[in-house]
């Protein structure tokens, strides 16, 4: 069965400061898609970057980047110059399976 | 602007009163979600439509059904409520040939309270 873990509850990080978030997954496909998502309070859910099993280069979105190591099975977000607006639960998933969530806090 | 829809946002039933949720999209994509998320918790899968073919996970309940009469639109029917499914409802629609390969866009949920 496949499976997505993240492993950290809460995370917080000062304003302007770089922060990465930990997720690691197994599953038995040899080509697929993983995806971290932002929930912020409230409000709905929404993809913050997507990243392509076969593909070797790791997934940038502006701030956004992720360090994906396919042997490992980790797939980890990295937040650049965090805003207060980034605060919010934080998603990995892979297929329709979710991990159980990271909430960002993010100090001024 | 294209998005997904739920209403309504907020609900209240009875225990065991039957009770309706529903979704609609205007992004005209094949697949959609239901998905239950209890307070601090992760979505987890209740079913999707592939087009019009249904796919129910192996462990939801038979109290959760759900209709999807075209591609707008998609019900959410739980027969008797239960406290235990007071929750977090997300619909969300995705494109695909192959599930999983693209994101998922979600709606702002409904959040139900069952008394």
């Known amino acids: 069965a496949q499976t997505v873990t993240q492993s950290q509850p809460e995370m917080s990080v000062q304003e302007a400061e770089t922060v990465t978030l930990s997720c690691t997954y197994d599953?038995?496909?040899?080509?697929?898609?993983l995806f971290w998502y932002k929930q912020p309070p409230s409000r709905q859910m929404i993809l913050v970057i997507r990243q392509e099993a076969y593909k070797q280069q790791n997934a940038t979105e502006n701030r956004f980047s992720v360090n994906f190591q396919k042997a490992a099975k980790s797939f980890s977000l990295k937040i650049s110059d965090s805003q207060l607006g980034d605060a919010a639960m934080y998603f990995c998933?892979?297929?329709?399976?979710f991990g159980a969530g990271t909430r960002l806090t993010v100090k001024p | 602007d294209a998005m997904v829809i739920q209403n309504p946002r907020y609900q209240v039933t009875q225990f065991g009163k039957p009770v309706t949720l529903s979704c609609s999209q205007t992004l005209n994509h094949n697949v959609m979600y239901w998905y239950q998320q209890k307070s601090s918790q992760a979505p987890k899968l209740l079913f999707h439509?592939?087009?019009?073919?249904?796919?129910n996970e192996a462990d939801t309940p038979d109290n959760f059904q759900s209709r999807r009469p075209n591609t707008s639109f998609c019900f959410l029917d739980i027969r008797s409520p239960g406290l235990g499914d007071a929750a977090m409802y997300l619909c969300a629609t995705s494109r695909g040939l192959r599930l999983g390969t693209y994101e998922q866009y979600f709606g702002p949920g409904t959040r139900l309270t069952v008394t």
């Open positions: 439509y592939y087009d019009k073919d249904f796919n």
């Open positions: 599953t038995s496909e040899s080509d697929y898609y």
């Open positions: 998933a892979n297929d329709m399976r």
